[in-house]
DNA sequence: AAGACGGGGAC
DNA sequence: GTCCCAGTCTT
């Protein structure tokens, strides 16, 4: 089309001129030609409906195609209807969820759904306020469902959107900043048709932006490279703007295997019983809420290094009578293990006592942190105290049943 | 406006 | 290694 790309970075107005009107027909047109032959087939996109398309979205937050993919069959199959979900019982359901992250989605998705059996007898809602309203949902995802479910035209800014919307707009600030945002909801708005088909633009918007127009753009297979003033600028390596770089900070942590074979009498009334390890619940305000783990907690970088010595050799007992001729290296300074003991003792209420040095360690990430994690055989110096909330013994069995985090999990699979 | 929240894919 | 991902919610 002939419309001037240079003048294409509008100053303000909700991009009404004839000359923006014209422009935005020409995306849209050949936006829509190219999805229909260019467009994966995912499954989320082979259905119109909302709970399915609810599920999938929530997955998707912040969650790579490939990485949803088994999740959603696995979990649709289980839980097919608002009712399924809304009924189900919390540890299962997040055992589906177990290795996606960010388990509040899963949290916030079961009390959605006991919100939609209450308030709606259980069909999820069809106008935007009502399923903007329902927890772990926002302006994205409401929008994206209603758009998708039912053709509503409700716009959507996301990252594969933001990006496309972004350079087409030319817009050079930080997109964080509210102006841009601002500004990346109004194109998001005006590029969807006056009537019906805001799906499929909706769908077409976001597979460009995912397949073509991507951190590093190919914009040689772009329909839009004609009608895209970034691209004719030559700007799509600062457009829109790179982010801050994320500093990651090391962290250590020490888990404990606790097994109750080492510190109560077994069960006679079976030859052979299978071990029980000690696991706990995390809480409001520390990393996996509900989820299970062992009992862990970061400690030094020198204390961490001392878990990797061969051979090492402490008890509680040598520890306590500093008089005694105990190994040479607890004599030098109080023993690193001592510390790591105290730590456990104060965060846990539990008194322990590592053995050997780690089986293995882990090496995960969360959020900025690169951890490794030293994993320990220990036992109980004393039995648990009953005021001691929130622990359980639990068979490698047991475990399997019980959501875990991807680390907590690494460390079940070297059980065996 | 910035930080918390997980884990893995892709290069 | 680094960057990024169909965001939401809370400071």
């Known amino acids: 089309m002939n419309v001037d790309l240079r003048k294409s970075n509008f100053s303000a107005s909700n991009l009404s001129t004839p000359k923006q009107r014209k422009w935005l027909a020409s995306i849209r047109s050949a936006l829509l030609d190219w999805f229909a032959t260019s467009q994966r087939e995912l499954p989320w996109r082979q259905t119109t409906d909302p709970y399915a398309i609810w599920i999938s979205e929530i997955m998707l937050q912040q969650t790579q195609v490939a990485t949803v993919l088994p999740y959603y069959f696995r ?25 996606l992250g960010y388990y509040r989605r899963a949290r916030q998705m079961h009390a959605a759904a006991k919100q939609i059996v209450e308030a709606h007898n259980g069909v999820f809602p069809a106008n935007f306020e009502d399923v903007f309203a329902l927890p772990g949902i926002g302006r994205y995802t409401a929008g994206a469902i209603c758009s998708f ?88 390596s600062s457009i829109p703007a790179p982010k801050v770089k994320t500093v990651y900070s090391d962290r250590f942590e020490v888990a404990l295997l606790l097994r109750n074979s080492d510190c109560e009498v077994p069960d006679r009334s079976k030859h052979s019983v299978a071990p029980k390890y000690l696991v706990r619940q995390c809480g409001p305000n520390e990393w996996w809420t509900g989820l299970w783990d062992f009992p862990r907690i970061e400690i030094s970088a020198e204390n961490f290094e001392e878990l990797d010595r061969p051979l090492l050799v402490s008890s509680v007992h040598e520890m306590s009578s500093r008089k005694s ?29 590592i053995e050997g040095s780690a089986l293995r360690t882990i090496k995960h990430s969360v959020t900025r942190y690169r951890i490794q994690l030293r994993v320990c055989n220990a036992r109980l110096i004393r039995p648990i105290a009953g005021d001691s909330q929130g622990f359980k013994w639990a068979t490698l069995e047991e475990l399997h049943a019980l959501p875990l985090s991807a680390s907590a999990r690494k460390v079940v699979q070297g059980l065996k």
């Not at 979990?75 to 055992?95: G, N, Q, W, Y």
């Not at 841009?180 to 005006?190: G, K, N, V, Y």
């Not at 105990?326 to 965060?347: C, M, Q, V, Y």
């Open 325 to 353: 001729k105990s190994s040479k290296r607890l004599n030098t300074h109080d023993s690193p293990l001592h510390a790591i003991h105290e730590a456990i003792l104060n965060r846990f209420g539990i008194a322990t006592q």
């Open 75 to 99: 979990f649709l199959e289980r839980f097919p209807t608002v009712h399924e979900l809304a009924s189900a019982d919390e540890v299962e359901l997040m055992r589906y969820w177990e290795g």
């Open 149 to 236: 479910a039912y053709d509503a035209p409700t716009p959507i800014v996301e990252a594969n959107t933001q990006r496309l919307y972004a350079r087409l707009l030319q817009w050079d600030k930080p997109l964080t900043e509210r102006q841009s945002q601002d500004r990346l909801w109004e194109f998001a708005t005006a590029i969807l048709p006056e009537k019906n088909g805001s799906r499929k633009v909706n769908y077409a918007t976001m597979e460009l932006g995912s397949l073509v127009c991507k951190p590093q753009p190919e914009c040689s297979r772009c329909p839009l490279v004609n009608l895209c003033p970034t691209a004719r600028s030559g700007l799509q």
